[in-house]
């Protein structure tokens, strides 16, 4: 059989040695970067062009494709710097970079938060046309900025953080262009996807509550003054440590309602010692069920060591109330 032939060797040889597609977009002096993830993937960038404090480029839009934007530093900058962000010509939103060293030194915008829980991610959308001029939008910057986005930046000076009332503007429907217009002839827009919630946001607020990160097995000593080797536990997909919580314990309490019948006599309060001592006895089962030292060894409860409780009685409403709390 004969090899590949002189033109077809070429043209892999060709085909290695080309550059891989860039995917950011650079300044003119590659001080910072711009990215945009359409559906989780870097888009590559086209048809870059420089002009004095204006880079441009192209991007492929995909309809129905969700995307973000992520702005970097490439070198360590001389000043803090701030990035208002532009979607189809309206304001997102901003974010500081700092030159300070650990500081951060990039910016994602996943789409418009419409409140302090929910976001509209920003989606490649089919422009919305209109035969009615007066529903058209006439608004020239948002015209021009249609299918576009556009990241400014501006050199700031960070003195101090003060406390604001954070403003939100839900955008649910985009503008309406008149189909008789040169903008009626794009193919897509870049606007915004309907809302959804923040999970995040929900667990740093306390709205929900945080997954706690699974425990992991104790390690076997090794015998013989050898080393011991053990696999990493499997961790589920859906598993990870809340952002709120920082996988510390908290105490448990649990509160307890008894209700106390209208006469005092001697059965009702033997009836409601009874329920105490059925109450500290299930407490004191599930306290010696299970207790570990800081090393992951089990320890059993001592025999004939009676167990203390925290409990505290409150009487709230004619009902008395126990509160059990863990030390």
């Known amino acids: 059989?004969?090899?590949?032939?002189?033109?077809?060797?070429?043209?892999?040889?060709?085909?290695?040695?080309?550059?891989?597609?860039?995917?950011?977009?650079?300044?003119?002096?590659?001080?910072?970067?711009?990215?945009?993830?359409?559906?989780?993937?870097?888009?590559?960038?086209?048809?870059?062009?420089?002009?004095?404090?204006?880079?441009?480029?192209?991007?492929?839009?995909?309809?129905?494709?969700e995307f973000e934007v992520t702005w970097k530093h490439e070198k360590p900058a001389q000043t803090d710097e701030c990035g208002r962000l532009r979607v189809d010509g309206t304001p997102i939103g901003g974010g500081i970079t700092k030159r300070r060293l650990g500081d951060r030194d990039h910016y994602t915008w996943l789409g418009n938060y419409i409140s302090a829980t929910q976001i509209r991610p920003f989606v490649f959308a089919?422009?919305?046309?209109?035969?009615?001029?007066?529903?058209?939008?006439?608004?020239?910057?948002?015209?021009?900025?249609?299918?576009?986005?556009?990241?400014?930046?501006?050199?700031?000076v960070v003195q101090e953080y003060t406390g604001y009332d954070q403003?939100?503007?839900?955008?649910?429907?985009?503008?309406?262009?008149?189909?008789?217009?040169?903008?009626?002839?794009m193919s897509h827009t870049t606007g915004q996807v309907c809302s959804r919630y923040d999970k995040t946001l929900l667990e740093l607020d306390g709205i929900?509550?945080?997954?706690?990160?699974?425990e992991e097995e104790p390690v076997p000593a090794a015998g013989n003054g050898g080393a011991s080797a053990s696999a990493s536990p499997s961790v589920e997909p859906g598993a990870r440590g809340s952002s709120a919580t920082g996988g510390k314990k908290n105490k448990k309490r649990k509160k307890i309602e008894l209700t106390l019948a209208d006469s005092s006599d001697e059965e009702d309060g033997s009836d409601l010692r009874a329920k105490v001592a059925k109450l500290e006895a299930e407490n004191a089962k599930l306290r010696n069920a299970v207790k570990a030292d800081p090393?992951?060894?089990?320890?059993?409860?001592?025999?004939?060591?009676?167990?203390?409780?925290?409990?505290?009685?409150?009487?709230?409403?004619g009902k008395v109330v126990l509160d059990l709390l863990d030390d």
């Open 295 to 317: 090393d992951g060894v089990r320890v059993e409860p001592e025999p004939g060591v009676k167990e203390e409780y925290n409990v505290k009685v409150t009487t709230e409403n």
């Open 126 to 156: 089919p422009i919305a046309l209109t035969d009615d001029p007066s529903t058209a939008v006439t608004d020239k910057a948002v015209l021009i900025g249609l299918g576009s986005i556009q990241l400014d930046l501006h050199r700031i």
């Open 1 to 65: 059989m004969s090899g590949p032939g002189p033109l077809a060797a070429r043209a892999a040889a060709t085909s290695a040695d080309s550059p891989a597609p860039e995917t950011k977009l650079h300044d003119i002096e590659n001080r910072w970067s711009a990215q945009i993830k359409v559906g989780g993937v870097p888009a590559c960038v086209y048809q870059v062009e420089h002009e004095v404090n204006k880079t441009t480029c192209y991007i492929v839009a995909e309809e129905g494709k």
């Open 208 to 214: 929900l509550e945080g997954e706690d990160a699974p």
């Open 167 to 185: 403003t939100y503007k839900d955008l649910t429907k985009g503008p309406l262009v008149d189909e008789k217009t040169k903008k009626a002839r």
